[in-house]
């Protein structure tokens, strides 16, 4: 089993920025891809950022720019920096793991306010 703990949401202004924050531990093993999902009120779940074994990267066209998501391999932590933020980042953020299973996280809420 994989844990994962999520950490650094909260409420910003427009235009402000947050650091997400997730760590994994236990059965980890080998680590194919680490994502950041995220979940508005009435709307479907969707990748926001993606990070592979490699270290390509992926990211939704509504956030290019804005978020960089990266990776400390010795720490199994993956980080969502997010700057530029807006009233439509709302939402609950989701740490996601690929190990050749799928582990996500309990979520993070992030409140932009306008």
């Known amino acids: 089993q994989v844990q994962l703990v999520e950490s650094g949401g909260g409420l910003v202004q427009a235009g402000g920025s947050l650091r997400l924050s997730c760590a994994a531990s236990?059965?980890?093993?080998?680590?194919?891809?680490m994502a950041w999902y995220r979940q508005a009120p009435g709307k479907q779940r969707e990748m926001v950022a993606v990070?592979?074994?490699?270290?390509?990267?992926n990211y939704a066209d509504s956030v290019k720019g804005r978020f960089t998501i990266s990776r400390d391999n010795a720490k199994n932590t993956v980080y969502l920096q997010m700057t530029s933020l807006k009233p439509d980042d709302t939402a609950v953020y989701y740490c996601?793991?690929?190990?050749?299973?799928?582990?996500w996280g309990q979520g993070t809420q992030v409140t932009v306010s306008s």
């Open positions: 990070i592979r074994s490699g270290g390509n990267t």
């Open positions: 996601y793991l690929n190990n050749g299973k799928p582990y």
């Open positions: 236990g059965s980890i093993f080998s680590i194919n891809a």
